[in-house]
């Protein structure tokens, strides 16, 4: 079946400090990818997405690139502040069912 | 733009008790989903529906009852809840057609003591 594996975390940096989180995927056909961020208290929002093989998804600065000779989606900003404490879920969506499959999640913290 | 609403934001109930959940979207999206979150173990999807009158269970549907008489709303029914459903749950919908998104609720605490 369909599955995503995110880097475990937590993940703690320094503002302005350089973000990588790992994403790879496992899933039949060309699935779409998503980023979705949850803030504290909050439900999850769409941070970034790309459908299609090399497609570049980007948003308040963050990037991912569908990548799927490595089956991968790995979320990178160059620059993190601490508003981006939160934490991070990837995700795909397969063209042959309806549901999504999120990965564990990477919660992130940004120190000033 | 309301997109998805959930009620209640917090609840408390005894073991045993029942309620239910309340989610509408105003999206007039096909697919409506609940998904429980618990520390460790991400989200899992418990129920979804693809059109009105139309359910069928996710990863984790046992203590848990769903029905979708209209496209707008989707409640989810604890029968007689357990510890075991303390958890946050989160509706979300999104269209069926293309490479659509979820859209996710803001989420609602329960607590079965």
């Known amino acids: 079946g369909n599955s995503v594996t995110q880097m475990e975390g937590p993940v703690t940096l320094s503002e302005e400090a350089f973000l990588t989180i790992n994403c790879t995927y496992t899933?039949?056909?060309?699935?779409?990818l998503f980023w979705y961020v949850q803030y504290p208290g909050e439900g999850l929002q769409l941070l970034l997405k790309?459908?299609?093989?090399?497609d570049k998804g980007s948003n308040k600065g963050f990037e991912a690139t569908y990548r799927k000779e490595t089956t991968s989606f790995h979320l990178e900003k160059g620059s993190v502040q601490v508003s981006d404490s939160a934490v991070y879920f990837c995700?795909?969506?397969?063209?042959?069912?309806?549901?999504?499959?999120f990965g564990p999640g990477t919660r992130l913290s940004v120190l000033p | 733009n309301a997109g998805v609403t959930q009620t209640p934001k917090f609840q408390v109930l005894k073991t045993g008790q029942s309620m239910t959940l309340q989610c509408a979207q105003d999206?007039?999206?096909?697919?409506m989903s609940w998904y429980r979150q618990d520390p460790g173990m991400g989200l899992r999807l418990i129920h979804y529906?693809?059109?009105?009158?139309?359910?069928d269970q996710g990863e984790v549907p046992n203590g848990y009852n769903v029905s979708r008489s209209t496209t707008e709303d989707f409640p989810l029914r604890l029968l007689s809840a357990a510890p075991s459903q303390t958890s946050v749950y989160f509706c979300?919908?999104?269209?069926?057609?293309?490479?659509?998104?979820?859209?996710f609720g803001e989420g609602s605490r329960l607590t079965v003591l």
């Open positions: 979300a919908s999104r269209d069926l057609q293309g490479a659509g998104e979820l859209f």
């Open positions: 899933a039949t056909g060309y699935p779409s």
């Open positions: 790309a459908t299609k093989a090399d």
């Open positions: 995700a795909l969506s397969d063209n042959y069912g309806q549901n999504f499959v």
């Open positions: 999206m007039n999206h096909e697919y």
């Open positions: 529906s693809v059109g009105a009158g139309i359910t």
